[in-house]
């Protein structure tokens, strides 16, 4: 599992709340990702980050903010939370910089009532 | 911007027999990674075989074999002698090369079942 771990693994809440979910992996890799996972849409790239304090966009990054102020800790944030972001949410670290292999955790469930 | 289709969204076939499991994609790149991720029931993305696009040779690992084909832009997965816990759903997956583009673009995957 590379050491990749991500709390809270499951989470409800309300609409209109913020969220915050942990990434942390203890093996020290630059890259980090978080992706989401819809039923049809396959996994999604929400933002990622290339090392602390660099972060970037990805491709469904509105209502999303990210912070990584340690190697080790990879932030997601949903400011107010709404129903369109009940998913599945993963993490990923970038394992090999030759081969751009990624590893992924265990994912959280998040439900937006 | 990246795309991969994965024109088969479900498939099934009886134990020990060979599948396989279709990918295409659509870049402007010359040089890129593309990758097969295993997704059991227990949700945990597992990464299955890895080909670097200038690599001619057709990537194996164990019972797990691609087709790749780069002016097809068309990168298949070959499961031989499937077993039970192969049943999953798997995901096609592209990256580009260089600064910016070390991220995964997947198609929206092909469930497999695997029949006893």
């Known amino acids: 599992d590379a050491g990749i771990t991500q709390s809270p693994r499951h989470k409800v809440t309300e609409t209109g709340t913020p969220v915050t979910l942990r990434c942390h992996q203890t093996e020290n890799h630059r890259y980090m990702y978080w992706y989401r996972q819809d039923p049809g849409h396959g996994l999604r790239l929400i933002h990622y980050?290339?090392?602390?304090?660099?972060?970037d966009k990805g491709e469904v990054s509105d209502g999303y903010s990210v912070s990584r102020s340690k190697t080790e800790d990879f932030l997601l944030t949903l400011e107010s939370a709404t129903s369109s972001q009940t998913s599945v949410y993963f993490c990923a670290i970038k394992f090999s910089e030759v081969y751009n292999e990624q590893f992924f955790g265990p994912g959280t469930r998040l439900t937006v009532l | 911007a990246q795309t991969v289709t994965q024109s088969q969204p479900e498939m099934s076939v009886q134990e020990a027999e060979t599948v396989t499991l279709s990918c295409t994609y659509d870049t402007s790149e010359s040089n890129y990674y593309l990758f097969w991720y295993k997704q059991p029931p227990s949700r945990q993305m597992i990464l299955v075989i890895r080909q670097e696009a200038y690599k001619q040779q057709n990537a194996t690992e164990n019972r797990f074999s691609v087709n790749f084909q780069k002016a097809a832009k068309s990168f298949s997965l070959k499961i031989s002698d499937s077993q039970l816990g192969d049943t999953a759903m798997y995901f096609c997956?592209?990256?580009?090369?260089?600064?910016?583009?070390?991220?995964?673009?997947f198609g929206t995957g092909t469930r497999l079942t695997i029949i006893p």
């Open positions: 997956a592209f990256m580009g090369m260089g600064f910016g583009n070390e991220k995964l673009t």
């Open positions: 980050s290339y090392g602390v304090k660099d972060t």
